[in-house]
């Protein structure tokens, strides 16, 4: 039985480790790795099939799901690493405050954050309906959780994550009603040294901060350890779950 894995953002930072991870772990016999670039993705490994998406287009999000359709009738893991914090090029910073909201702000973090990855989800539709064991992962973050918000601020990204993981939850109970092997997560990298946080990190203890290749290991230890009990949480990179 061909075992297929699709990682979307797999081109660079913690995608790429990951990709990786998965090459180096010998459990798939397909790995679909997409990115807005295919160019930036190394397809040096036969496995490896690039695939064109770009998440805030309706159009790219259908073509790539035709693609992957082509190639696979099965999807076995599923994993989004799409976030965004911060973009100057847009002016778009972490609001310290209610009045630094702007509505282009708001639209374009949940669309990355949220809306992207669950139109992705819609869009493979029977790739990952079926009855074999699936895994389908969404990276989020602890600061989305409401019980552990303590400093406020970070509008728009805590509440786009919040958002996507009670999609997470409702994907999670809609896959098990018709497979009982379905696990359907969100999953916490911790502090990574990647673009996104690199403006962040002055507060970061040094052994709290990742290279995208330790998160990447974290992740894949949480992912092979899952069991179908843990589908709709939450989970961190040492494998807590992260309080709601």
């Known amino acids: 039985m061909t075992q297929s894995a699709l990682i979307q953002g797999g081109a660079g930072g913690l995608g790429r480790a990951l990709v990786n991870r998965i090459l180096q772990s010998n459990q798939f016999d397909q790995v679909f790795v997409t990115a807005r670039d295919i160019q930036r993705i190394d397809s040096t490994d036969s496995r490896v099939i690039p695939v064109a998406l770009d998440l805030l287009s309706d159009q790219s999000i259908g073509e790539a799901s035709v693609v992957v359709a082509s190639h696979?009738?099965?999807?076995?893991?599923?994993?989004?690493?799409?976030?965004?914090?911060?973009?100057?090029?847009?002016?778009?910073?972490?609001?310290?405050?209610?009045s630094d909201l702007t509505r282009s702000n708001l639209e374009r973090v949940f669309s990355v954050n949220c809306f992207g990855p669950f139109l992705w989800y819609a869009a493979l539709g029977r790739l990952i309906r079926h009855r074999e064991p699936i895994t389908v992962a969404t990276l989020s973050a602890r600061v989305a959780s409401i019980g552990d918000n303590r400093l406020g601020g970070w509008h728009s990204y805590r509440a786009s994550k919040t958002a996507q993981n009670m999609l997470t939850k409702n994907?999670?109970?809609?896959?098990?009603?018709?497979?009982?092997?379905?696990?359907?997560?969100?999953?916490?990298?911790?502090?990574?040294?990647?673009?996104?946080?690199?403006?962040?990190?002055?507060?970061?203890?040094?052994?709290?901060?990742?290279?995208?290749?330790?998160?990447?290991?974290?992740?894949?230890?949480?992912?092979n350890g899952l069991t179908a009990e843990r589908t709709g949480q939450v989970i961190a990179w040492d494998g807590q779950t992260i309080t709601p």
């Open 171 to 223: 994907l999670s109970l809609e896959l098990s009603r018709t497979n009982p092997q379905a696990t359907v997560v969100g999953l916490h990298p911790g502090t990574v040294d990647t673009d996104l946080s690199k403006p962040f990190q002055s507060g970061v203890s040094p052994n709290k901060l990742f290279t995208a290749e330790q998160s990447a290991g974290y992740l894949w230890d949480v992912l």
């Open 72 to 98: 696979s009738d099965k999807l076995h893991l599923v994993v989004t690493t799409a976030g965004i914090l911060q973009d100057d090029s847009l002016g778009l910073k972490p609001e310290k405050k209610l």
